[in-house]
């Protein structure tokens, strides 16, 4: 009887927890825009993944040691990794180009992405309703990018690339997540993503001369570290069930980055595809959640 006392009471910080989160990751794609026409944007993923992978590294070594590079797939760890750098290399790219909020909303169906893999490769059988899901969840995203509209522009579709990586890293993530010490995972994800964007770093690394460009960089960082760990918390605190329609609330935030920032305000075309993606993710990233198939994680840069 304890055992479900005590997580109820512990649900509301858990979903405080969520919501700091979120916030977090749209303050951090909110930065990235904002900085995407002064810095080179593969040294700013550079110093995202570095800024992650170090404070990760101290703190989880001097408790750990160097278990925490055991691993029964190194291979995976290694894809899971690159995958996670492509999709932040295009979410990157993509905010350059998109506002914060329409940006957002659209990589917000990855959960509908993931249940159109896992029937189509992984041949797992999916409900009349999660498939009328997926079909609104799109819609609403072509909503968003109008390809027929006056404003469209081939920029627009970035994002559908960092869909379908992301959908590709939660789909890892979940087989990997049955047998590999979640640490290790978080560890590796840095690490891989920081030695990858390295290789570039000497090709695009440019002298900044202004103090506020070196502290958007740091705040980036700190923004996706603190984001991952109260993240990290949250799922420890209230069941997934119970956190995943808060997710959504991340495109709430980054609509109130984009107007603080740009004083950008969605019209109203927008704004019906962002609700539509909203409510048929949420939907059906709580049905995924019931039924034990995938875990769905927030979306970040």
């Known amino acids: 009887m304890a055992g479900p006392a005590s997580n109820t009471s512990r649900a509301p910080a858990g979903i405080a927890l969520l919501v700091g989160a979120v916030a977090c990751f749209a303050v951090l794609d909110t930065t990235t825009k904002v900085i995407s026409n002064s810095v080179p944007l593969l040294m700013a993923l550079w110093f995202r993944y570095a800024f992650q992978a170090v404070a990760t590294t101290v703190a989880v070594l001097p408790s750990r040691g160097l278990s925490v590079l055991r691993t029964a797939h190194p291979k995976y760890q290694l894809l899971r990794g690159l995958l996670l750098l492509f999709t932040s290399l295009f979410a990157f790219y993509s905010l350059r180009h998109m506002p914060v909020g329409e940006f957002t909303a659209i990589v917000m169906i990855t959960p509908l992405v993931i249940t159109l893999l896992a029937s189509l490769t992984l041949g797992e059988r999916v409900s009349w309703l999660r498939w009328a899901l997926v079909v609104g969840g799109f819609a609403g995203t072509l909503i968003i990018i109008r390809p027929d509209g006056d404003d469209f522009n081939w920029a627009m579709l970035l994002p559908l690339g960092l869909v379908i990586c992301n959908a590709w890293f939660q789909i890892l993530t979940s087989r990997l997540a049955r047998t590999e010490d979640p640490l290790t995972?978080?560890?590796?994800?840095?690490?891989?993503?920081?030695?990858?964007?390295s290789l570039a770093l000497p090709?695009?690394?440019?002298?900044?001369?202004?103090?506020?460009?070196?502290?958007?960089?740091?705040?980036?960082?700190?923004?996706?570290?603190?984001?991952h760990f109260m993240m990290i918390l949250a799922y420890g605190r209230a069941p997934v069930s119970t956190l995943t329609p808060f997710l959504y609330g991340q495109i709430g935030f980054a609509m109130l980055g984009g107007w603080i920032a740009f004083s950008h305000v969605p019209d109203?075309?927008?704004?019906?595809?962002?609700?539509?993606?909203?409510?048929?993710?949420?939907?059906?990233?709580?049905?995924?959640?019931?039924?034990?198939?995938v875990l769905i994680e927030p979306v970040e840069s």
Do not use: E, K, N, P
């Not at 891989?192 to 964007?197: C, Y």
């Not at 690394?205 to 958007?216: M, P």
């Not at 409510?279 to 990233?285: E, Q, R």
């Open 185 to 197: 995972m978080h560890f590796y994800t840095g690490w891989v993503g920081t030695l990858a964007a």
């Open 203 to 227: 090709f695009v690394w440019a002298a900044l001369d202004s103090w506020t460009l070196w502290a958007s960089l740091a705040l980036m960082g700190l923004m996706g570290t603190v984001g």
């Open 268 to 293: 109203r075309w927008s704004m019906l595809g962002m609700v539509m993606i909203a409510v048929c993710g949420a939907t059906g990233a709580w049905l995924a959640v019931r039924q034990s198939r």
